[in-house]
T-cell receptor
Framework: EPEVTQTPSHQVTQMGQEVILRCVPI?????FYWYRQILGQKVEFLVS????????KSEIFDDQFSVERPDGSNFTLKIRSTKLEDSAMYFC???????????FGPGTRLLVL | SQQGEEDPQALSIQEGENATMNCSYK?????LQWYRQNSGRGLVHLIL?????REKHSGRLRVTLDTSKKSSSLLITASRAADTASYFC??????????FGAGTTVTVRA
């Protein structure tokens, strides 16, 4: 069964460093998303992406964050200058259409020191 | 806020028993989805129920939706140890982002 994959599974970085989290959505899906879950807290929406542009973003998704679909298969989340509070599990998701089932990847656990 | 909120926060049952958890939300939705998360792992999609549906089944799962009460329930029948996980409802009111609740932690005792 097709699934969303994410790399790396774990990333440790120093505060102020840039990180890029990578995702490969399910191949025929058109909508892509990033969510995050701070330890012990709710899953929070960050951004949705369709037709090579951001369709919606949350207040969390400030200028330090960006997303890109550099080729036909990858979808990336970049954090330009990481902060301690960016430590979280980051989930990528994709859906065939909007308002349909979103399939989540296994997540990247980011730790900012 | 559009968030779904699950109730109870935690549930402990014996293997073979049924587990029921509820979700309430605040405004109208397009659909409601239930997810499972094993400790520290990813979110596994369980079931999607549309706003014009009242009940849906998938294997041992039964989901109901009452849009007049803005609530949904997830029933897991004949629970197994492998059902031990956190369960979340997620709503998408009028856009594509999902709003998650805090989840119900289910522990199935052998």
């Amino acid at each position: 069964e097709p699934e969303v994959t994410q790399t790396p599974s774990h990333q440790v970085t120093q505060m102020g460093q840039e990180v890029i989290l990578r995702c490969v959505p399910i191949s025929n899906h058109l909508y892509f998303y990033w969510y995050r879950q701070i330890l012990g807290q709710k899953v929070e929406f960050l951004v949705s992406f369709y037709n090579n542009e951001i369709s919606e973003k949350s207040e969390i998704f400030d200028d330090q964050f960006s997303v890109e679909r550099p080729d036909g298969s990858n979808f990336t989340l970049k954090i330009r200058s990481t902060k301690l509070e960016d430590s979280a599990m980051y989930f990528c998701a994709s859906s065939e259409q909007g308002l349909e089932t979103q399939y989540f990847g296994p997540g990247t656990r980011l730790l900012v020191l | 806020s559009q968030q779904g909120e699950e109730d109870p926060q935690a549930l402990s049952i014996q293997e073979g028993e049924n587990a029921t958890m509820n979700c309430s939300y605040k405004t109208s939705i397009n659909n409601l989805q239930w997810y499972r998360q094993n400790s520290g792992r990813g979110l596994v999609h369980l079931i999607l129920i549309r706003s014009n549906e009242r009940e849906k089944h998938s294997g041992r799962l039964r989901v109901t939706l009452d849009t007049s009460k803005k609530s949904s329930s997830l029933l897991i029948t004949a629970s197994r140890a492998a059902d031990t996980a956190s369960y979340f409802c997620a709503t998408d009111p009028k856009d594509y982002k999902l709003s998650f609740g805090a989840g119900t932690t289910v522990t199935v005792r052998a």
